[in-house]
């Protein structure tokens, strides 16, 4: 059946090190989502595109984070120069048109040290 | 913005029904969603609500919306322990497919 994929699903990195997250969407699904969830956060959108251009990323530091849909069957999320702070699980979510049914993916779990 | 607010956690006994519930500020909100998050994996959608309709139950779910309040609940009958999971209540904001996400509400259902 038809999933939203993530890769990789676990980071570990060292802080200052780039990293780099990628999401395929369901194919044919035209809007895509990068959430950050936190314990103190929560759940928050940090960017989300339709038809491959950005809607909205005022979530994002946008500083040291950049996010992309190269082509319609990936986006990506980078973070340079990562932080401990950045520590999250990063989703990543498709859906079509409009309305708020979103398919995710199982998430990145990043981890800074 | 918007502001979704929900308790933290519901327990409940297996058989018996949960109710979790959800308050919201925007009164333009069109439509409302419940997703649940099971540890280790991502969201998934249960159910939602227009808000021109004040009841939809699909199966053991059954969810009621008070415009007047801006309250929103999901009722789950016969909680099983497959149920135990994080819910979360989400409006659709400012038009589009933008979600603004509750807290969660952490389900434990004992034996």
């Known amino acids: 059946d038809a999933r939203v994929t993530q890769t990789p699903r676990d980071k570990v990195t060292e802080m200052g090190q780039e990293v780099t997250m990628r999401c395929q969407p369901i194919?044919?699904?035209?809007?895509v989502f990068w959430y950050r969830q936190t314990m103190m956060q929560g759940l928050e959108l940090l960017a989300y595109?339709?038809?491959?251009?950005?809607?909205?990323d005022s979530g994002m530091p946008k500083d040291r984070f950049s996010a992309e849909m190269p082509d319609a069957t990936l986006a990506t999320l980078k973070i340079q120069p990562s932080e401990p702070r950045d520590s999250a699980v990063y989703f990543c979510?498709?859906?079509?048109?409009?309305?708020?049914?979103?398919?995710f993916g199982p998430g990145t779990r990043l981890t800074v040290t | 913005g918007e502001d979704v607010e929900q308790s933290l956690f519901l327990s409940v006994r297996e058989g018996d029904s949960s109710v979790i519930n959800c308050t919201y500020t925007?009164?333009?909100?069109?439509?409302l969603y419940w997703y649940k998050q099971e540890p280790g994996a991502g969201l998934q959608l249960l159910t939602y609500?227009?808000?021109?309709?004040d009841m939809k139950q699909d199966q053991r779910l059954t969810v009621l919306l008070n415009k007047k309040d801006k309250h929103l609940s999901l009722r789950i009958a016969d909680t099983q322990t497959g149920d135990s999971a994080i819910y979360f209540c989400?409006?659709?904001?400012?038009?589009?497919?933008?979600?603004?996400f509750g807290t969660g509400t952490q389900l434990k259902v004992e034996l």
């Open positions: 979510a498709s859906g079509l048109g409009f309305g708020g049914e979103q398919y």
């Open positions: 194919l044919g699904h035209n809007t």
């Open positions: 595109f339709r038809n491959r251009a950005p809607l909205d």
């Open positions: 925007d009164s333009s909100s069109t439509y």
């Open positions: 609500i227009f808000s021109n309709m």
């Open positions: 989400a409006v659709i904001t400012g038009g589009g497919n933008k979600l603004t």
